[in-house]
């Protein structure tokens, strides 16, 4: 389970799937992931800018600069507990309702981060979760 960071340097507005028109500021944005399996190969793929659309936040991270990601040891369902994290400690809101959130039914996993510094998040969020992170990854 982890939190994928990214910069949006220009505002965004598109269509992204059954989430119709989707518009976003410029600005700190952190995604919400589960990846049971697989974690580092997901989160190469959230830096990668060429790839097709198979998630909601591709769309996002196709123009995005990556941040860094802060991974925590996977759970079922934490990470909707993560998402809710990120808003109950004031580090985070939801930035899109629903997005990435298909298959759970939780209010989303895109939040506008109001905390840019990753130690700083990953400690609230860890706190939180009752969780120690599996590590803080930083891509500048
Ligand atoms: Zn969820």
């Known amino acids: 389970m982890y939190l994928f960071v990214f910069d949006l ?24 992931g589960s990846a049971r399996r697989g974690l580092a190969a997901r989160l190469a793929r959230h830096t990668r800018r060429r790839k097709p659309l198979r998630w909601h ?5 196709r123009g995005a600069d990556s941040v860094g990601a802060i991974a925590w040891p996977w759970r ?7 998402a809710e ?14 997005l990435g959130a298909s298959d759970c039914g939780c209010s989303g996993h895109l ?3 109001c905390e840019a510094d990753l130690d700083r998040l990953a400690e609230a969020l860890s706190a939180r979760l009752g969780a120690t992170p599996l590590l803080v990854l930083r891509y500048r």
């Open 9 to 32: 340097c220009r505002e965004y507005a598109g269509r992204i799937g059954a989430l119709g028109m989707v518009r976003l500021a410029a600005g700190r944005y952190g995604y919400v």
């Open 57 to 61: 936040v591709d769309a996002l991270t």
């Open 76 to 82: 079922e369902g934490r990470e909707c507990l993560l």
């Open 85 to 98: 994290a990120l808003v109950a400690t004031g580090t985070g809101r939801r930035a899109v309702p629903r």
């Open 111 to 113: 939040l506008a981060l």
